[in-house]
Structure formats: structure tokens, C-alpha cells
């Protein structure tokens, strides 16, 4: 079975600081897909960034980066220069096989909170 | 380019009663997933539909349905509702045909359902 374990329930930072949101899965699948989502309080779930099992360079996009260390089953979101409308719910998922359904497994999220 | 709409937005019903979620995706796209948030259980996997097709089920009882039209638009249907199925509903389209490791998930806004 698959398994994402967010450590951190909620998590401040300044503005224009760089933040790490941290994000560990466990999966016996060889290849899977991992995924942050942003879901500000409206609920709408917002793609941010993906990063495939096999892929060698970390996966940036704009201010986001993830650090993905394969070895230690993490794939920590990194948030560049950190704006107040980053404030928001952070959730890690991952694809794969769990069971008999191919889908997105999620963790429990990270509450952002951007002070000026 | 329309994003996922998901209606209703709101809705209250009562325990025993049913009730219908509608979902449209992003125009061109042929899967549609259900996912189920709650702050006890978070986000969870219902089901996925590609071309009219239930194609993965998570792990909830038969309470719980689902299809998918020509026209790609999707519905679930909850059945014998309970307090427990209070809950953010989301939709999830994305335009790969493969697997859900495999292209990003585009999500709608949600119907928020309380039942009483």
C-alpha cells in the first residue's frame, strides 16, 4: 500500500523567505508519480509541480522546486520568495497502484501561513 | 480555456435522503475522478471514469456511485446518506488516457455537502 506522511501541520514564514514543506511516501510500485497541490481556502485544488519516479533532475516551476531524494522517500516542496498569497493548505500526493485502483494518494496537508 | 465546474457548490440534506453531485471537466478531457475530503480522513479516492467506463474504485461502500456521460460529464449519486458523509466532494479531469501517474489532475472547486 501507498503511504504519504506530511510532518508538518502548519508552518509560518515571512514574506519573501524561502520555505520547505516536507512530504515522505512509501510505495513497493517502481514507478509512481509525486505531486504538490496548493487548496486555498475557496477549496479548489491547484497543480504546482510534478516529479516522476524516474526522472534525475529535480522538477522546478517558477518559484516552486522539488527536492527529491529517492533514496530517503522524500519529496520535500520548496517555495521560493514566499508572497502572502501563498498562504494556504499544501497537500503531497502520489500516484501509483493501491490495491486494485490506480490513483492519487494524498497526505494530510500543511497549513502555510505567509506574515508581512 | 473553462476549468472543472462542479454543482452544486453548497447543498444540506438530510440522513437517508440521496443526493446527486454533478461534474463537468475541462473541455477535451476524458477522465474524470472523485475524491472525498474530510478533516478527520482527508482526501480519499472514490472512483475514476475514461470514456464512459468506471475504470478504478477506491475503498468506500456501495453507497457510493458514479458515471460518466458522452459528453465526458460525470455525476455521483450517494445513496442512504449518513452524518459521516459530510464532506467536500471533488472532481478531478485530466487528458491522458493512461493511468493517474501520468499527467496532472485539473480539480473543480468542490460541492461542499452537510448532512443532518
Known amino acids: 500500500a501507498q503511504k504519504i506522511t506530511q510532518t508538518q501541520p502548519g508552518m509560518f514564514v515571512q514574506e519573501k523567505e524561502a520555505v520547505t514543506l516536507d512530504c515522505t511516501y512509501d510505495?513497493?510500485?517502481?514507478?509512481?508519480?509525486l505531486f504538490w497541490y496548493k487548496q486555498p481556502s475557496s477549496g479548489e485544488m491547484i497543480f504546482l509541480i510534478y516529479?516522476?519516479?524516474?526522472?534525475?533532475q529535480n522538477a522546478t516551476e517558477g518559484r516552486y522546486s522539488l527536492n527529491f531524494q529517492k533514496a530517503r522517500k522524500s519529496a520535500n516542496l520548496v517555495i521560493s520568495a514566499s508572497q502572502l498569497g501563498d498562504s494556504a493548505m499544501y497537500f503531497c500526493a502520489m500516484s501509483g497502484f493501491s490495491g486494485s485502483a490506480r490513483q492519487l494518494t494524498f497526505g494530510s496537508g500543511t497549513q502555510l501561513t505567509v506574515l508581512p | 480555456k473553462a476549468g472543472v465546474t462542479q454543482t452544486p457548490r453548497y447543498l444540506i440534506k438530510t440522513r437517508g435522503q440521496q443526493v446527486t453531485l454533478s461534474c463537468s471537466p475541462i473541455s477535451g478531457h476524458r477522465s474524470v475522478s472523485w475524491y472525498q475530503q474530510t478533516p478527520g480522513q482527508g482526501l480519499q479516492f472514490l472512483f475514476e471514469y475514461f470514456s464512459e467506463t468506471q475504470r478504478n474504485k477506491g475503498n468506500f461502500p456501495g453507497r457510493f456511485s458514479g458515471r460518466q456521460f458522452s459528453n465526458s460529464r460525470s455525476e455521483m449519486n450517494v445513496s442512504t446518506l449518513e452524518l459521516g458523509d459530510s464532506a467536500l466532494y471533488l472532481c478531478a479531469s485530466r487528458s491522458s488516457g493512461q493511468g493517474a501517474g501520468t499527467g496532472e489532475l485539473f480539480f473543480g472547486e468542490g460541492s461542499r455537502l452537510t448532512v443532518l
Open positions: 516529479q516522476g519516479s524516474y526522472d534525475q
Open positions: 510505495t513497493s510500485d517502481p514507478s509512481y508519480g
